[in-house]
């Protein structure tokens, strides 16, 4: 029974000694702690869990109107909290090529090229078969930048495209049996 006092009481200590700040032994119990984010300029008040506010996740914090409560001696948020926060990093992730891409709604997904992974030939070769008009001597990123803004703005029937390219595949594949027969 002492045992038990005695270890309460070493916790008290531990974070009366460093500040006021919580070790590791005070997160293992955080049935008594509270959030530590101020939501809406409200003090959350649900029960914090083992997530910590943190540089990584302050960003998607502010864009929920969310902010640390420095009066707080832990860093640990609440579950409710931490899910935003993750759903918010994921819809950036999502949203972002869309909206890039400028897609109408009804187009579910979105895909990225990356211009400045190409070979300098290649990206010769598109700005010359699209007559691209260009100043002579750009570098790779320029070149890339022209490219990439000239390829968001082809437009693309979606069904003719799928049209043409089953039947492109299909006679291929016969052209080359028939090749090889």
Same mark, same amino acid.
């Given at each position: 029974m002492q045992t038990g006092?005695?270890?309460?009481?070493?916790?008290?200590?531990?974070?009366s000694t460093n500040g006021g700040f919580s070790t590791e032994d005070d997160s293992r119990?955080?049935? =008594?702690?509270?959030?530590?984010? +101020? #939501?809406?300029n409200?003090?959350?008040?649900?029960?914090?869990?083992?997530?910590?506010?943190?540089?990584?996740?302050?960003?998607?914090?502010?864009?929920?109107k969310l902010?640390?409560?420095?009066?707080?001696?832990?860093?640990?948020?609440c579950d409710y909290h931490k899910t935003q926060i993750q759903n918010?990093?994921?819809k950036r992730k999502r949203k972002d090529s869309e909206d890039?891409?400028?897609?109408?709604?009804? =187009?579910?997904?979105?895909?990225? +090229? #990356?211009?400045?992974?190409m070979p300098v030939n290649t990206l010769r070769r598109y700005k010359r078969h699209y007559k691209l008009n260009?100043?002579?001597?750009?570098s790779k990123a320029q070149l890339a930048d022209a490219v990439a803004s000239h390829f968001k703005t082809i437009p693309v029937v979606e069904k003719d495209t799928l049209q043409m390219f089953f039947y492109t595949t299909?006679?291929?594949?016969?052209?080359?049996?028939?090749?090889?027969?």
């Open positions: 006092t005695f270890s309460t009481t070493s916790k008290i200590s531990t974070m119990s955080g049935h =008594d702690q509270v959030c530590c984010l +101020i #939501d809406n409200e003090k959350c008040q649900r029960q914090a869990g083992n997530a910590s506010y943190s540089k990584r996740i302050q960003n998607q914090a502010r864009k929920l902010s640390r409560d420095e009066m707080s001696p832990h860093i640990y948020i918010v990093r994921t890039d891409q400028g897609f109408q709604d009804g =187009d579910d997904e979105a895909v990225e +090229i #990356d211009f400045y992974q260009t100043r002579p001597g750009l299909k006679t291929k594949r016969f052209e080359n049996k028939e090749g090889t027969s």
